[in-house]
């Protein structure tokens, strides 16, 4: 009795040692990699949207005269987009920025992107950023697949001293 346990057993091992060895590598867990929403890509591509294009200018002051013409303060200007719809999604397929001389500074967008509802998109002129002037401003095309009224915006912050001061303009639809 006592070797039919035994042999029992070492059966038992072998069948476990051979079950083992058959079984497949377990492959290491590879670390997950989680993006922060506003990383994401969120270019699109859409054909033949010229037809929904509507153009807005937002005047931007990069900086102001202070006392005499040459005297100058520089400002921090901050253009704000904001989707105001609770249900649609509003197209950005341009954002430029063009100084006094009505030169064209740069372009923020190589393909057009999207706001999702209530969401806003801020873009920074810095104060030591001089590229732009008193007169500079941003073209911005947009278009949304039903009618919405999205606000554009500019706040522009600077100071005089001790003194702190901002303002703001709106944009205004324009066409050619």
Not at 75 to 81: G, N
Not at 120 to 144: C, M, R
Request: negative net charge; proline residues 4%; aromatic residues 10%.
């Amino acid at each position: 009795m006592k070797k039919l346990k035994i042999s029992y057993l070492l059966l038992g091992s072998v069948l476990l040692l051979l079950g083992n060895s058959c079984k497949q590598p377990v492959p290491k867990e590879q670390p997950v990699e989680v993006l922060d929403e506003h990383t994401l890509d969120r270019r699109i591509n859409i054909a033949s949207i010229d037809s929904l294009i509507r153009e807005v200018y937002v005047p931007i002051y990069s900086d102001i005269y202070n006392q005499t013409r040459d005297s100058r303060t520089l400002l921090t200007a901050t253009l704000s987009i904001r989707n105001t719809s609770l249900k649609d999604s509003l197209f950005i397929s341009k954002i430029d920025y063009y100084n006094t001389e009505g030169n064209l500074v740069r372009s923020y967008l190589d393909q057009s992107i999207y706001l999702r509802p209530m969401e806003s998109i801020d873009y920074v002129i810095e104060q030591q950023d001089t590229s732009g002037g008193s007169g500079a401003n941003f073209l911005i095309d947009w278009y949304s697949k039903r009618p919405i009224t999205p606000m554009f915006q500019a706040v522009m912050v600077g100071g005089l001293g001790a003194q702190a001061f901002s303002f703001t303009t709106e944009g205004i639809e324009i066409s050619d």
